[in-house]
């Protein structure tokens, strides 16, 4: 099998033939069990980073999709994917950053905005070094 042609889906070398579509190689991975074609992804990288950069900035998902000229489903599929990347990188570094916490962090900002908009337990992102978390902002009784 040619070495160069990974699953789309999870990076996996191991898969096998599946017939073909339009003259184009199909494939099944043995790994997650999903198909894959052997012309590689349907859109570039550079058009899935432009639409999340639009959601980011309040483009809605339809027009989003209408001025890259791809579906609406493939535009929220792509930034559903990024939620979940964004989450994991955060569950990552919240693990390595917990053994580290510093006994006192000064929040001026957060603090002064916590006490005066929050009446429960708040969280901001705390960054250390080049690592980053989600971290829990709770008030102390004066």
């Given at each position: 099998m040619n070495n160069k042609i990974t699953c789309h889906h999870c990076n996996s070398s191991s898969f096998k033939k599946n017939g073909n579509t339009n003259r184009v190689q199909r494939y099944l991975c043995k790994s997650c069990k999903r198909t894959f074609s052997s012309n590689g992804e349907r859109y570039d990288k550079s058009i899935k980073e432009q639409a999340i950069k639009m959601y980011l900035n309040n483009v809605g998902i339809r027009k989003t999709a209408l001025l890259?000229?791809?579906?609406?489903?493939s535009v929220l599929?792509?930034?559903?994917?990024?939620?979940?990347?964004?989450a994991f990188k955060l569950s990552v570094a919240s693990n390595e950053i917990k053994?580290?916490?510093p006994d006192v962090i000064e929040m001026d900002e957060i603090f002064t905005y916590v006490k005066k908009n929050s009446k429960g337990l708040s969280s901001g992102l705390l960054i250390l070094g080049n690592k980053v978390a989600l971290f829990p902002i709770t008030l102390a009784k004066e």
């Open positions: 890259l000229k791809v579906s609406p489903p599929q792509w930034i559903k994917k990024a939620g979940r990347d964004v053994d580290n916490v």
